[in-house]
């Protein structure tokens, strides 16, 4: 076994570094859930977390994760065979896509080269043609993880407008949330789909949904079956304070401690602390001489950046020589881009220093993996953070 002395480097974009505050606090001793205690911190973070999500609609939390939150989204507002239109931004689409499929629905979904996000455009060209309105939701992913590629939301939504479509707007935030300004009521989005281990700082565990009035009016008569996932037992229940089921307590008071934390740096700073790191971070690729995979500059991901290899090199070889060497995690390259891509995260519980020494990680690994870079790379990404 190798010795390793210091704090690892957890830089995948997810799950990211818990600060220690979240960690003890939730090192206390588990709680009755169905005591007055319990009730009163149900309370505290549903209004806690709306302001995260931009509603002052219901937030519905399960003991999940992303993915669970992805069903959820779908089975509350679908029926069998009901028409969907997705786009292949990258890997996560593809994997909603696919449970999509299995649930049953009918998913329409657009072609793409994974360095794009979704173009409002074709949402609106889609929607126009679907005059008999049998299109019954679109999904986006907001922060596409596999690529570092965002996409536009609010454009989106002008897009649906525009086309005076009526169907409802599915946007996956699982690792924008908390990270990239982000919002729910303002952007007409329907179902936001979330989890605790990205921009929220927790482990894993927790998945959210936050749902709009007319997703509630959908969740009325959409057929899809769902028991656990069922939106109005855990709302009915959230009125007193309490859960259907036994929730993840000790993930809660973690999650009201991270809450906390967000507040207290306030969102936009917490946005502009994120866009700053991944300029710096784009900044090291490009002195590099390689290629950030994000091709659109208005789409730029501020939670992570995929890094593109020259042809003939492997990006796992990299990684693997970053973490023996300097006992650093890096994203690895998913779908059709592994090998191709590596990934670093920049999100979550993160500072300029932290960044410094992640890119200092990557620039010596990739020298020593052989890749021709120019050392200069982290020197402009310092030029931005000073
Ligand atoms: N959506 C996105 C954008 C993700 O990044 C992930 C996971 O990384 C998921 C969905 C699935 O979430 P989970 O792995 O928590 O189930």
Redesign the pocket.
């Known amino acids: 076994m190798t010795l390793r002395t210091g704090r690892h480097f957890l830089q995948i ?2 799950p990211t570094n818990v600060p220690d505050r979240v960690l003890r606090a939730m090192a206390a001793p588990t709680i009755d859930h169905r005591g007055p205690e319990f009730a009163a911190l149900t309370r505290r973070l549903l209004k806690a977390l709306g302001p995260v999500f931009g509603t002052s609609g219901p937030v519905v939390i399960y003991p ?7 069903e959820a989204a779908l089975v509350n507002t679908l029926g069998p065979g009901d028409r969907v239109l997705g786009f292949e931004t990258g890997h ?1 689409a593809v ?2 896509r696919d449970m999509a499929r299995g649930l049953g629905l009918d998913v329409d979904f657009v072609p793409g080269d994974w360095r794009h996000g979704v173009d409002p455009a074709t949402v609106e060209s889609r929607l126009s043609a679907d005059t008999s309105h049998s299109v019954k939701a679109v999904c986006v ?6 690529t570092g590629v965002t996409s536009r939301v609010a454009d989106v939504r002008r897009a649906i407008d525009a086309a005076g479509h009526p169907a409802l707007l599915l946007v ?1 935030t ?2 924008s949330l908390g990270s990239i300004d982000y919002r729910h009521d303002e952007w007409g989005v329907d179902v936001t ?1 979330a ?1 605790s ?2 921009g929220l700082m927790l482990p ?1 565990g927790l ?1 959210f949904n936050a749902v709009s009035a007319k997703a509630l009016q959908a969740a009325r008569t959409a057929a899809l079956p769902r028991s656990f996932w069922d939106w109005q037992p855990v709302i009915a229940a959230n009125e007193r304070g309490f859960f259907p089921y036994t929730p993840a307590t000790n993930l809660l008071y973690g999650l009201a401690e991270a809450l906390d934390m967000l507040r207290t740096e306030g969102l936009p700073q917490v946005f502009a602390r994120h866009a700053r790191h991944a300029a710096a971070t784009r900044a090291a690729v490009r002195g590099w001489g390689l290629e950030v995979l994000c091709a659109d500059e208005r789409e730029h991901s501020g939670s992570l950046t995929a890094v593109l290899m020259p042809e003939d090199r492997d990006a796992d070889a990299v990684r693997k020589i970053i973490l023996e060497r300097f006992d650093m995690s890096l994203g690895t390259g998913l779908g059709r881009l592994g090998g191709r891509v590596f990934r670093i995260g920049h999100l979550g519980h993160f500072n300029d220093l932290t960044l410094a020494g992640t890119l200092a990680g990557v620039q010596m690994g990739l020298e020593l993996a052989g890749v021709p870079v120019d050392p200069a790379g982290l020197t402009a990404a310092l030029d931005v953070l000073r």
Do not use: I, R
């Open positions: 974009p997810g999940s994760s992303g993915t669970g939150a992805w996560f994997l909603w992913v907001h922060n596409e993880t596999s996956d699982v690792s789909v989890g281990q990205k894993p998945g």
